[in-house]
């Protein structure tokens, strides 16, 4: 089993910042990749970064330039680092770990950490 506790969503103002934390334990091996999801209600979670096991980074274009994804392996933590929030930043945040055993995709969530931006 995987387990990953998210930690670091709060209340900020709009121009603010915000770092997230993921800690992640348990059978850890085999990560092809990890990342950050959002949600607001009625709509779907979307992809908002990831990082590989290589350190490839990908974002949301509503966040390029703003948010940086980042990971220590010795902690197996993944940061995601918001800067420059927007209102249309709230949401809840989910951590996301994705392994690849032969071929076999497994994903992992976090329970998740709001995010409220105000204007």
């Known amino acids: 089993q995987v387990q990953l506790v998210e930690s670091g969503g709060g209340l900020v103002q709009a121009g603010g910042s915000l770092r997230l934390s993921c800690a992640a334990s348990?059978?850890?091996?085999?990560?092809?990749?990890m990342g950050w999801y959002r949600q607001v209600p009625g709509k779907q979670r979307e992809l908002v970064a990831a990082?590989?096991?290589?350190?490839?980074?990908n974002y949301a274009d509503s966040v390029k330039g703003r948010f940086t994804i980042s990971r220590d392996n010795a902690k197996n933590t993944v940061y995601l680092q918001m800067n420059s929030l927007k209102p249309d930043d709230t949401a809840v945040y989910y951590c996301?770990?994705?392994?690849?055993?032969?071929?076999?995709?497994?994903?992992?969530w976090g329970q998740g950490t709001q995010v409220t931006v105000s204007s």
């Open positions: 996301n770990l994705l392994r690849v055993i032969f071929g076999t995709k497994y994903n992992y």
């Open positions: 348990g059978s850890i091996s085999s990560i092809n990749a």
């Open positions: 990082i590989t096991s290589g350190d490839r980074t």
